[in-house]
Nanobody, 130 residues
Framework: QVQLVESGGGSVQAGGSLTLSCAASGYSYTPFVGWFRQAPGKEREGVAAISPSGGSTEYADFVNGRFTISRDIAKKSVALEMNSLKPEDTAMYYC????????????????????????WGQGTQVTVSS
């Protein structure tokens, strides 16, 4: 049974930093992984995505160089380092995984769409105060 568990959320002041972690278990392969977020009253949106090798990444426009997604294949984990946080970054953050079989990396936001992902974590809350 595949499972994703997020951790690292919390409360910070504007300008601060947090690093979220997504631990995967039950996988016999290395999946595509994306980070998404959902603020109260808003739709879930893609934040960042990373290919199975870790060699390709993509970010939503609003990230604007503030976040970095990375993965440790041996530890089966994916991190999202978030710097220069803003109050509008306040949301529940989710990691999601997609089967890599038959899939390939595409730029242009393809891997920032939640429909590509089949497995989701329970989420971790990020709150940024002004």
């Amino acid at each position: 049974q595949v499972q994703l568990v997020e951790s690292g959320g919390g409360s910070v002041q504007a300008g601060g930093s947090l690093t979220l972690s997504c631990a995967a278990s039950g996988y016999s392969y290395t999946p595509f992984v994306g980070w998404f977020r959902q603020a109260p009253g808003k739709e879930r949106e893609g934040v960042a995505a990373i290919s199975p090798s870790g060699g390709s990444t993509e970010y939503a426009d609003f990230v604007n160089g503030r976040f970095t997604i990375s993965r440790d294949i041996a530890k089966k984990s994916v991190a999202l380092e978030m710097n220069s946080l803003k109050p509008e970054d306040t949301a529940m953050y989710y990691c999601a995984a997609a089967d890599s079989a038959g899939q390939y990396w595409l730029y242009g936001g393809a891997w920032l769409r939640e429909g590509r992902y089949s497995t989701w974590g329970q989420g971790t809350q990020v709150t940024v105060s002004s």
